[in-house]
Nanobody
Framework: AQLVESGGGLVQPGGSLRLSCAASGFTFSGYGMGWYRQAPGKQRELVAIISAGGTTNYADSVKGRYTVSRDNAKNTMYLQMNSLKPEDTDVYYC???????WGQGTQVTVSS
């Protein structure tokens, strides 16, 4: 299995970004997927998950601001991030929830 994140970058507070996670090498539609984030020296934390059936859950810190979605035809998961705050600055990773496969991560920096 392979996961490749993209879409990170530098954005001002209050701005938006959309991350993508392109999946290959497994039956994407059959697995729940998740977005995690990690700052230097801190534990990786779960941000959002989407089940194979499309049910979503979010960390309290991002509820109402982030939206996770998936396009099974494109084998891709997305994370729409709105109203970004400086504390959202992290490396964001995608993961197959029931398997030990991670992407390489994409840096999100929220700064003026």
């Amino acid at each position: 299995a392979q996961l490749v994140e993209s879409g990170g970058g530098l954005v001002q507070p209050g701005g938006s970004l959309r991350l993508s996670c392109a999946a290959s090498g497994f039956t994407f539609s059959g697995y729940g997927m998740g977005w995690y984030r990690q700052a230097p020296g801190k534990q990786r934390e779960l941000v959002a998950i989407i089940s194979a059936g499309g049910t979503t859950n979010y960390a309290d810190s991002v509820k109402g601001r982030y939206t996770v979605s998936r396009d099974n035809a494109k084998n891709t998961m997305y994370l729409q991030m709105n109203s970004l705050k400086p504390e959202d600055t992290d490396v964001y990773y995608c993961k197959i929830m029931s398997l030990a496969y991670w992407g390489q991560g994409t840096q999100v920096t929220v700064s003026s």
